[in-house]
């Protein structure tokens, strides 16, 4: 199993290099946001997967963040309204493309010879939106999709799961909880807020520990801006595994629907260099795992490889 490569490297304490933004390089790329650009551009998204490796990552992820029936289900009032007026095959598409998505992370392991070397990390979003702790459901809801979501991925067969982008307790207590009837492994990144807690107001200390006894095998902190990640650093190292991913530009908006993506600009605030100096700082802190986040590119995290070795 190639997730024992990445055991030992975690066992060992060496650097993990993650890879970095999927959605915004497709869109960096000139595709348009239709169902993540897995029907209209997969040779785009393949060539974004070969890029991140031959940048010199140790996990590759799945282009399946946010591709979950739930996402077009909101789009609707409810599951029903749904089957009224929407489309036929919605109720079964997300399970399509996410298939689909794991088929070109497949392809470009392949074509790259690294298939049995480098693990594939099947990505699972929030319920609903990153950045709105406040949307998430109950946790009976939530542990329903998630379940969901985990079976998708290890149906497709990724080497384990990451949920990503985690903005509340009770969601990712649900999430762990519906992983462990899997066998698989599994990392939870959570989104720190201005304050080095999570969005909603919570500990990150305590939702990084209540993770790890749950069975995370690691915790990061993701999706935001770099000085954001720097200040939860503290909240989350203790010795365990741990990583960070920054944001690099900003958002957007108007749309957050399954069909569309919210524009990234000021993509050119950090340099590919710049970053890796932060990123750095991070290691030199005790942060084992490191990456990008939206807005970072196959260049950040070439250098990323650079400064690591």
């Known amino acids: 199993m190639n997730y024992d490569n990445i055991n030992e490297k975690l066992s060992s304490g060496q ?24 029907e209209d551009a997969p040779d785009v998204i393949r060539d974004i997967h070969v890029d991140y490796l031959d940048a010199g990552v140790d996990v590759l992820t799945t282009h399946t963040f946010n591709l979950t029936k ?62 709105r702790p406040d949307l998430s459901p109950s946790k009976d809801d939530c542990l329903t999709h998630h379940s969901e979501c985990v079976e998708i991925l290890s149906d497709c067969g990724v080497d384990f799961i990451f949920f990503e982008g985690m903005n509340n307790t009770r969601e990712a207590q649900a999430a762990l909880q519906a992983a462990a009837e899997f066998d698989l492994p599994v990392w939870m990144s959570f989104i720190p807020g201005l304050d080095g807690n999570l969005l909603n107001g919570e500990p990150l200390l305590d939702a ?3 993770a790890r006894s749950q069975g995370a095998k690691a915790i990061i902190v993701s999706a935001a801006s770099l000085s954001m990640i720097t200040k939860s650093l503290p909240n989350i190292i203790n010795g365990s595994p741990c990583g960070a991913k920054a944001i690099v530009g900003r958002y957007s908006p108007p749309s957050w629907k399954p069909d569309f993506y919210p524009s990234f600009v000021d993509t050119d605030e950090v340099s590919p260099e710049k970053y890796a100096q932060e990123v750095n700082s991070w290691l030199n802190q005790g ?20 400064m690591i070795g």
Request: proline share 5%; with cysteine; glycine share 10%.
């Open 208 to 210: 990084a520990n209540l």
């Open 287 to 306: 942060v084992q795992i490191v990456g990008g986040s939206s807005g970072t590119t196959p260049e950040h995290i070439r250098a990323l490889r650079v």
């Open 70 to 131: 739930r996402n077009f289900i909101n789009f609707f009032r409810d599951t029903e309204h749904m089957s009224l007026i929407g489309a036929t095959s919605l109720p079964t598409k997300a399970r399509e493309l996410c298939h689909a998505a794991v088929s070109l992370a497949k392809e470009a392991l392949t074509q790259t010879g690294k298939i049995e070397t480098i693990p594939l990390a099947g990505s699972i979003a929030p319920v609903m939106h990153l950045f």
């Open 15 to 38: 650097p993990i290099l993650l890879d970095g933004g999927i959605g915004t390089e497709v869109m960096r790329r000139g595709v348009r946001w239709r169902q993540h650009g897995i």
